[in-house]
């Protein structure tokens, strides 16, 4: 089994650093160059299904994609990013320590979901979709996603989550060896840029 995971391309709320969580930002101009530039890069991968959030700005990146593939296509609400509830739409830098207190103490956001309800909705995805039949799937998210499959494929503890960075369209790989574990192929691989 070999698993593709992809964040979005740009949106205009990434480049002011707004939080974007649940709102449904579509990408700019800038994401859906970056869109056609990795659905060409992932042109010649074998690909049996493409699964996205149903947000704009990875639906739209997942929608590019297959374009080269006409694969099977599934938006799936528990792909999206963290509700961040009360803090969406606000500048990041700005609260910053307010999410983070939240976090270490595994509180809900005022409005949203806690990191461990969160990485709960990606893992029990995963959990399905890694136990169907099919072995070349893509799955196009956000930041979080991406970075919840980091941490599930290779069985990462999710207090370790934030040493990973995902830019916009980066891409991993993770492939099932004949042991049954995950071993990663590729890291936030933006070479298409």
Excluded at 97 to 125: C, M, T, W
Aim: hydrophobic share 40%.
């Amino acid at each position: 089994m070999k698993i593709f995971t992809v964040r979005h391309g740009q949106t205009h709320w990434n480049t002011e650093g707004r939080i974007q969580g649940h709102m449904d930002i579509p990408l700019d101009e800038t994401g859906l160059a970056q869109a056609e530039r990795l659905g060409a890069r992932l042109a010649n991968e074998k690909v049996d299904i493409i699964y996205a959030s149903d947000l704009l700005r990875a639906a739209k990146t997942a929608e590019i994609i297959n374009r080269h593939h006409n694969a099977e296509f599934v938006t799936a609400p528990a792909l999206r990013e963290t509700s961040f509830g009360i803090y969406e739409g606000q500048i990041y830098h700005d609260v910053h320590y307010d999410i983070q207190h939240h976090h270490a103490l595994n509180q809900p956001l005022p409005g949203g979901e806690s990191v461990f309800d969160y990485f709960a909705r990606i893992y029990a995805f995963l959990d399905e979709i890694t136990a169907k039949r099919h072995q070349n799937i893509i799955i196009v998210g956000h930041f979080g996603t991406v970075r919840a499959a980091i941490c599930y494929f290779l069985q990462i503890p999710i207090e370790n989550r934030e040493r990973f960075h995902i830019g916009n369209t980066a891409v991993h790989c993770f492939e099932r060896g004949d042991d049954g574990r995950f071993r990663m192929t590729l890291e936030n691989d933006i070479s298409h840029l």
